[in-house]
């Protein structure tokens, strides 16, 4: 249990950058963008053909993010230039995506399992440390001592930079114009800013955050396949919602606090919900769909009840009222 917990937040680490590139598109932008279960291929696609061709693995997974970007750009200038519908431009480049990810891997499953990845770099570097002993002796009483801490570290410092790095950008001048955009494009529009340009550079960043993602997960898990972007953008939105439902997002840096422990959860509710009996690995996308209507429905009966409450508490008064006037 203890290892499927742990294993459960490393991953969560990593898929926790893809929820917050889907973060910018759907709550920044307000963008209902299908690009993802795409680009995410195509980060991993990229990441993987480079590193069986002897590239570094740290340049091969910032040349994925590159290549997220362009995809991302690429459904923004659809939308923004060619005038179409937000869902169907993202419909479309993830459509297109699948045969250009085919085309860089070549076939349908490129395996890492025997290429030196990030992955493999960090647990090296990280074992000449000695941290994992100092680490295992401080917790060695709860009974459990994990085989390395190298990933679990090394990827919450990566997440964390990264929402930091964005929690500033959205404070920018251009951040700020980006919000707005989601919030009133027609306002935006009216102070001659260039919406559509917004549009794609948001577009086109979120991508390069999900591909990013795609690449340290093909490198995590051992292989790329066409097949692994499926389902991606509910995975995102899951992360997104159970994040918000659990931790709030009152404020810029909480929301993207909250994406990252909305991942987190949202794995180990996963791997828990796998060791019950009757379900299969099969399942995955079936859980999936499950928590995230369960994650949408349990917040709005909530609000509901509140505002319920807070009728009859207001009608009470106005009774109290009436009753000593």
């Known amino acids: 249990m203890s290892t499927a917990i742990f294993s459960a937040i490393e991953a969560g680490f990593i898929y926790a950058i893809m929820a917050l590139g889907v973060y910018l598109s759907f709550r920044i932008l307000d963008f209902p963008d299908l690009t993802v279960d795409g680009s995410f291929v195509t980060g991993a696609a990229v990441a993987a053909v480079l590193i069986v061709n002897g590239t ?10 590159l290549v997220g970007f362009a995809a991302g750009s690429v459904t923004g200038i659809l939308h923004a230039k060619g005038k179409i519908n ?5 419909i479309l480049m993830m459509i297109a995506l699948y045969s250009i990810n085919l085309r860089i891997m070549g076939r ?14 960090m647990m090296e570097a990280w074992q000449k440390t000695g941290l994992d002993e100092a680490i295992n002796s401080v917790i060695s009483f709860s009974g459990f001592v994990p085989r390395t801490w190298a990933i679990f570290v090394t990827m919450a410092f990566v ?3 990264i929402k930091l790095l964005l929690d500033q950008l959205l404070k920018t001048e251009i951040g700020l114009a980006l919000r707005a955009t989601g919030d009133n494009k027609q306002m935006v529009s009216s102070f001659s800013a260039n919406t559509d340009w917004l549009t794609i550079f948001g577009l086109g960043l979120s991508n390069a955050l999900v591909a990013f993602s795609g ?14 972007g499926i389902g991606m953008i509910v995975i995102g939105l899951a992360s997104v919602i159970i994040g918000e439902a659990l931790f709030g997002a009152r404020t810029i840096a909480r929301a993207t606090l909250a994406v990252i422990g909305g991942a987190i959860v949202y794995r180990i509710i996963l791997a828990l919900a796998l060791r019950v009996q009757f379900l299969e690995t099969g399942d995955v996308k079936l859980i999936t769909a499950v928590i995230v209507m369960i994650a949408l429905i349990i917040p709005n009966m909530i609000a509901a009840q509140k505002e319920k409450r807070r009728k009859k508490r207001k009608a009470q008064e106005r009774g109290e009222h009436v009753a000593s006037a």
């Open 159 to 161: 997440v964390i930079v």
């Open 56 to 65: 570094n693995p740290f340049l091969a997974s910032a040349v994925a993010l």
């Open 86 to 90: 937000p869902l169907l431009s993202g």
């Open 108 to 121: 349908s499953n490129v395996p890492l399992l025997q290429q030196d990845t990030v992955m493999t770099a």
């Open 215 to 228: 690449a340290l997960v093909a490198q995590y898990g051992g292989f790329s396949d066409v097949g692994m």
